[in-house]
């Protein structure tokens, strides 16, 4: 698919975590259409995904002034790789509905804007939430 043809679908984020169970991402975004991402830096952003201790958090490495429109926004997370399903899901604090099968762990209807400081927490019966 043609870049710009999905330039306004909502992201959905993949995690295959290694064997310690962590995983880290960026992803680049602008408006896919002009060139003013080499003028400024309120054109574009780059942020960082971090999954550790069965959290993903968001970190904006660049790009803090760039105003994310509606469609990059966070819709969908499938976390690979699970062993076993989680007792909830927490997106910033409230918890939302997921699904498993075939050891994957899928949040939908998101929404998260991509801003410093979310986090989606995958909790289990054998931990407390931090």
Do not use: W
Not at 15 to 37: A, H, L
Not at 94 to 109: D, G, I, L, P, R
């Amino acid at each position: 698919m043609a870049l710009l043809a999905c330039i306004n679908n909502a992201i959905e984020l993949d995690i295959y975590p290694d064997v310690e169970n962590k995983s880290t991402g960026q992803i680049y975004v602008d408006d896919g259409e002009t060139f003013k991402f080499k003028l400024d830096s309120q054109s574009s952003s780059l942020v960082q995904f971090d999954f550790a201790d069965n959290k993903l958090a968001l970190a904006l490495l660049k790009g803090e002034e760039y105003l994310f429109p509606e469609s990059q926004r966070i819709h969908t997370v499938s976390l690979h790789g699970a062993e076993r399903k989680p007792t909830a899901v927490y997106a910033n604090g409230k918890e939302v509905e997921f699904t498993f099968e075939e050891h994957t762990v899928v949040v939908k209807n998101l929404n998260v804007e991509m801003v410093s400081g979310q986090v989606l927490e995958f909790a289990y019966a054998d931990e407390h939430l931090q």
